[in-house]
């Protein structure tokens, strides 16, 4: 499958506990599936994430608009992300994928950590 950013370069697969994932070697953009960014983030995404930050993009930047790399002639929507308000995620209405630009994941994560934390430690505040 190749990236829909630069629609020339075929996508790297990467597995995180039972998520493959597609990752784009040249934007560092990632391809999610139907419910795998809900399956990422239930479990813990943090192998993904070194290269996401490094390559951290623009913050709230939606960018042009571009086509699902599934159904092709189909173009994703831009959504504010309900997780990380304020990212923008290109979502797919047909197949439900979702592109996630370089470092998007790395602040969608990092939401669902926090949280994480915070429930754990509740009991002591
Ligand atoms: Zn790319
Ligand atoms: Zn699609």
Request: charged share 25%.
């Amino acid at each position: 499958m190749n990236c829909p950013k630069c629609s020339a370069t075929e996508m790297m697969q990467e597995t995180v506990e039972d998520v493959t994932i597609d990752r784009c070697p040249s934007c560092h953009g990632i391809w999610l599936d139907m419910l795998e960014l809900e399956k990422l983030l239930a479990t813990d995404p943090r192998p993904l994430l070194e290269e996401d930050r490094v390559f951290e993009a623009a913050p709230n930047v939606a960018g042009p608009r571009i086509n699902c790399p599934r159904c092709q002639g189909t173009y994703l929507l831009k959504l504010n992300s309900r997780e990380h308000p304020g990212t923008i995620v290109d979502s797919c209405t047909v197949c439900y994928g979702t592109w996630l630009d370089a470092g998007e994941l790395a602040r969608l994560a990092n939401v669902h950590l926090r949280d994480r934390l915070r429930m754990l430690f509740r009991t002591r505040r």
